[in-house]
């Protein structure tokens, strides 16, 4: 089992940067490919990144592409979504979720551990 706790939402003006941090414990997630997801109200949970536990491959949703970076340090069983440029239509609660597999998905039924979310608003 992984348990996944995600840090570092909150309010901030449009153009502006967050980092969000997830962390991992009950297990070590070095093989794990880790994904992050985001649900606005009354929308579905949709794909934001994913990296390979490689640490190299990584795949970003169209909508976030040039704006978002993924990273892990496996040392720290930590995974970073480092946004910048943030918009409005960024804000969500964002979440974490680890997969079984080294190579990354953009399908929620692939990944069993997600996290419980952490908010992120960005005001206009």
């Known amino acids: 089992q992984v348990q996944l706790v995600e840090s570092g939402g909150g309010l901030v003006q449009a153009g502006g940067s967050l980092r969000l941090s997830c962390a991992a414990s009950?297990?070590?997630?070095?093989?794990?490919?880790m994904g992050w997801f985001r649900q606005a109200p009354g929308k579905e949970r949709e794909f934001v990144a994913a990296i390979m536990s490689n640490r190299v491959t990584r795949d970003y949703a169209d909508s976030v592409k040039g704006r978002f970076t993924i990273s892990r340090d496996n040392a720290k069983n930590t995974v970073y979504l480092q946004m910048n440029s943030l918009k409005p239509e960024d804000t969500a609660a964002y979440y974490c979720?680890?997969?079984?597999?080294?190579?990354?998905?953009?399908?929620?039924?692939?990944?069993?551990?997600w996290g419980q979310g952490t908010q992120v608003t960005v005001s206009s």
């Open positions: 979720a680890a997969r079984n597999f080294p190579a990354t998905s953009r399908a929620k039924s692939e990944y069993p551990y």
């Open positions: 009950g297990r070590a997630i070095s093989s794990s490919s």
